[in-house]
């Protein structure tokens, strides 16, 4: 059962928190000096707090000075908390610097299973500046800890001053990393709703995180079929001090490397896997979810506070510290979303005055009615736009164009600053005649900062623009041009850096990591292909194919080896083939369209080609382990989460029926938000829009959370797939 939190505990919790944001309680040194004096005084120096996994009861706290270094120095205390996991305890001295409090052994009562456990994590510990009050104990002052020593271990004969800013600047990266507006030292969780029409404070926020991370051992409990208890902890304050939740940690041995980390999981081979990269910011977040169903969860109201959500999700999905494969990919698929401030970049079709293309800036959290107020940015030269990505390292959106309609035309990349909405710079990507061609709206284009390139695809050929490492100032470059079979949809693992390039009855793989892209054949799976996307996190790509089959691939690409430019492929690479029902309503992606994956959740989406059905899918994510998984056709009735219709437009007063777009630039994902967003018009046009097309266009918002809303959670198709109608969903009119 859940633990009961006394309401005497509760209202103390409450007040406490209350009393010292309303009147700005001054800091002091950390102790409290009984008797004369004062803090230089001769009476005994008290330090209280709390430690807590859930609250611990009989943990053993001891106190250190900290050497330069980061390593223990002096013991100056210890004492053992009571049942409500506050400690009080009388130091032996004043410390002189940042010092350490650590929490070992000790007993809880689990947030997600509401069972008794024991305290297991090894570096259970709060680094706290020297002016720190009370000192609490959680998981996030134990990421202060290692990621400052993670920092110091790369400062050559650290002093104390470097000791001090390190700790500083840990404090300020995990505050920020997980939305909190004070230090993680001096809040206590509270494990209660908030008042009716109150905000989240931040102790609501810290036991919603350890509700997270408890949910986190179950699941890979589940997943792996058995665990050492608190493994994944562990793992994790190993993970970030290399200042990165990767699922690796410094070389002991040498701080300038990295090295995967292990953690249990018996169905491994070896009863081991390398830690999976997203289990500190997908996993986690989805861990989220998943405790607000549990008894505590619910009387917490977790699920309600979409506010607090909402702030975790994005701090952590889009913050310094998550790794490439989820900060990076701030939108899945070619519609520009910068997910931290709900803005999309979307591809227009109309001109402005002078007869240039231009794009859409849409906001999505306050968006016009009217679609004249809506902002758009022009594209001189060009006349029009085939696909946007929004870099977030950099903060820029990169706009593939096509520079006319005149056969196979050229092709120009704008770079645009969001905050002033501008063209800081037109790149020639198809310079003096050669580079990349266009002749049609297929094509696209992906930011991959970390590794300083943005990948631009034409219609049979590719090329890569190289980004300064140091300025970010981009330059395409003439000699990784190489050419395609075709291009109806891209999707890259940015990782890996395999560019997956899927054409009408072939599938292509270019490594786009050489100087020159190696272009590598990989034969389709069932028929001519359309739409397809990774999820970064599992290298799980799925891809739905076309003419009619309406059928959806998914490949594991962890059994894809990638030797040179030729590829060994096992019998493991195409997992699962899911049946459809061809065209009819409600189904799906019906003949070809487009797919893009949520990498927080491992779901896909794959959408009608000149149809208004769309087919939401859960991934395999059991691929982190490596271990085999057969390959199976059929209804994929454990992998379909729900089918559902776009709404219908009013236009002219008349109820009409809209058509999504099958070329690239027709869909995205917002994964902080959950969201889908596509191009959708009554009158789908295949293969490129007339010049200055201005037939109605609008964006389709869709929630993915909400899937099973408004139908019955029994209704099938012919296939015996799950069938859901998602009413949470509206149309933004386009200028």
């Avoid at 209350?18 to 005994?44: F, I, N, Q, R, S």
């Avoid at 009388?90 to 929490?103: I, Q, Y």
């Avoid at 908030?194 to 997943?223: C, F, H």
């Avoid at 590719?462 to 000699?479: E, K, M, S, Y």
Wanted: hydrophobic content about 40%; proline content about 7%.
């Amino acid at each position: 059962m859940a633990r009961i939190i006394p309401l005497k505990t509760t209202l103390g919790i409450v007040m406490l928190t209350a009393v010292a944001g309303l009147y700005g309680c001054p800091v002091h040194d950390g102790v409290t000096t009984a008797g004369t004096g004062g803090t230089g005084g001769t009476g005994a120096l008290s330090l209280t707090g709390t430690t807590t996994l859930g609250p611990l009861n009989g943990s053993n706290i001891t106190v250190f000075q900290v050497n330069a270094d980061g390593s223990n120095g002096k013991q100056i205390g210890s004492g053992v908390t009571n049942n409500d996991g506050t400690f009080k305890i009388t130091l032996t001295e004043k410390p002189t610097g940042p010092f350490r409090v650590c929490s070992a052994d000790g007993a809880y009562t689990d947030e997600s299973t509401g069972t008794g456990k024991t305290n297991q994590v090894k570096d259970f510990c709060a680094l706290v500046p020297l002016n720190a009050a009370d000192v609490n104990v959680n998981p996030l002052t134990a990421f202060i800890d290692a990621l400052t020593k993670g920092q110091i271990k790369k400062t050559a004969n650290p002093k104390p001053a470097d000791l001090q800013n390190a700790v500083t600047a840990a404090q300020n990266k995990i505050q920020k990393f997980f939305a909190l507006k004070n230090p993680p030292h001096t809040v206590k969780p509270t494990f209660a709703a908030p008042p009716t029409g109150a905000a989240p404070t931040d102790g609501y926020l810290l036991a919603a995180l350890l509700g997270a991370y408890s949910q986190l051992e179950k699941d890979n409990g589940q997943r792996c079929g058995g665990t050492v208890a608190q493994d994944r902890l562990n793992a994790l304050i190993a993970d970030i001090t290399d200042g990165v939740f990767d699922g690796k940690t410094i070389n002991p041995l040498n701080a300038a490397e990295t090295i995967a980390l292990q953690v249990a999981c018996a169905a491994a081979p070896g009863g081991k896997e390398n830690l999976p990269v997203g289990t500190g910011t997908a996993d986690l977040l989805n861990a989220y979810d998943e405790f607000g169903n549990t008894q505590l969860g619910q009387t917490m109201q977790v699920n309600q506070q979409t506010g607090a959500r909402d702030a975790v999700r994005t701090a952590v999905a889009t913050g310094d510290l998550a790794p490439p494969q989820v900060n990076v990919v701030a939108s899945q698929g070619l519609i520009a979303i910068d997910t931290a401030n709900k803005v999309a970049y979307v591809p227009i079709y109309t001109w402005d005055a002078n007869s240039n293309a231009r794009i859409a800036v849409v906001d999505l959290a306050n968006t016009p009615t009217d679609p004249t107020k809506i902002p758009t940015i022009s594209l001189p030269g060009s006349q029009q736009p085939i696909a946007s990505s929004f870099d977030p390292v950099n903060h820029k959106v990169y706009v593939e164009a096509r520079k006319g309609f005149n056969g196979s035309d050229g092709v120009f990349v704008y770079v645009i600053d969001p905050s002033t909405r501008t063209v800081l710079q037109t790149i020639d990507a198809s310079p003096n005649g050669g580079g990349l061609s266009h002749s049609g709206t297929f094509g696209g284009i992906i930011a991959n900062p970390t590794k300083n390139k943005v990948i631009v695809v034409g219609t049979n050929d590719l090329g890569i623009i190289r980004l300064d490492p140091q300025t970010g100032a981009p330059t395409f470059d003439v000699n990784s041009v190489i050419s395609l079979f075709g291009t109806d949809s891209i999707a890259l693992n940015f990782d890996t850096e395999i560019l997956f390039v899927s054409d009408d009855g072939s599938n292509q793989l270019v490594n786009t990591s050489t100087a020159v892209p190696s272009l590598i054949s990989f034969p389709a799976a069932g028929g001519t292909t359309d739409g397809v996307a990774f999820d970064n996190l599992t290298n799980v790509v799925a891809q739905s194919a076309e003419v009619g089959s309406d059928l959806t691939h998914i490949f594991n690409f962890n059994s894809l080896q990638i030797a040179g430019t030729a590829p060994g492929q096992s019998a493991t690479a195409l997992l699962i083939t899911i049946n459809g029902t061809g065209n009819s309503p409600n189904t799906g992606e019906g003949p070809g369209g487009q797919a893009a994956v949520n990498v927080l959740t491992h779901q896909a989406v794959a959408i009608d080609e000149f149809g208004e059905n769309f087919k939401l899918l859960q991934l395999p994510t059991s691929q982190f382990t490596g271990a085999p998984v057969a390959a199976t056709t059929g209804t994929g009735a454990a992998f379909q989460i729900s089918a559902g219709v776009i709404p219908q437009a009013s236009i002219g007063g008349t109820p009409t029926t809209l058509g999504m777009r099958g070329d690239p630039n027709s869909l995205s994902i917002d994964p902080v938000g959950n969201k889908m967003y596509a191009l959708a018009d009554p009158n789908v046009y295949y293969n490129g829009w007339p010049a200055n097309d201005t037939r109605p266009l609008f964006l389709v918002e869709v929630d993915l959370a909400h899937p099973v809303q408004g139908a019955s959670p029994t209704a099938v198709d012919a296939h015996n797939n799950p069938l859901r109608w998602t009413p949470q969903s509206r149309l933004i009119r386009l200028p």
